[in-house]
């Protein structure tokens, strides 16, 4: 199955501008002095949305594909989804989100749906058999890859995940509370309503 080009793409090309766009969404974040505007509070939407995307990416890296893991895989997506809308409602209200944090946000929201759709793809009978359709019997087991992806891939993807995403978006949560004495939101939060 690795030399499936499905695989490669997701492997080699989906994944890695994932991970580029969400360390484009920190600079973003420092560049608009979070710390100042929005605090903590924005901060932890940003490490929920690591979290709900994070989960499935390592299930889909270690286990083997099934029913169950592709349904949980839409259900962190729309779960996703929905935590960004609540995540920019709040952040509009106390800080300007430029447009091109806006075009580095539909990176995010757009490159997970792609990867599912390519794990659907790839695991179609398993995909229809979710929704009691096609030949197949949906299987909800949890077991490690029959196909392991190589160590070193695993290993790049998740040191770049760590130094590139974990870190950053706990620096910027921790730097939101040191800015604000523990505050999750600034004293004088919010930016002027008339503009």
Not at 40 to 53: T, V
């Amino acid at each position: 199955m690795l030399d499936d080009p499905a695989v490669l793409i997701l492997m080699y090309f989906i994944l890695p501008v994932w991970l580029l766009a969400g360390f484009a969404d920190w600079l973003c974040h420092r560049a608009s002095h979070i710390e100042t505007t929005s605090g903590a509070k924005e901060s932890m939407f940003h490490l929920l949305l690591l979290a709900e995307i994070g989960l499935p990416l390592l299930a889909a890296i270690f286990l083997q594909i099934n029913a169950g893991i592709i349904a949980f895989m839409i259900v962190a997506f729309l779960v996703h989804q929905a935590t960004s809308l609540w995540d920019v409602s709040y952040a509009v209200t106390v800080r300007e989100v430029t447009p091109v944090e806006q075009q580095v946000h539909s990176f995010l929201e757009m490159l997970p749906l792609m990867a599912i759709l390519f794990v659907i793809s790839l695991h179609w009978g398993q995909f229809l058999a979710l929704f009691g359709l096609g030949s197949e019997t949906a299987r909800f087991d949890l077991r490690w890859k029959e196909e392991p992806l190589p160590a070193t891939y695993v290993l790049t993807i998740l040191g770049v995940t760590f130094l590139f995403e974990i870190i950053p978006f706990v620096e910027e949560f921790l730097r939101g509370l040191r800015a604000n004495r523990g505050a999750l939101v600034p004293p004088k939060s919010g930016m002027d309503k008339n503009h």
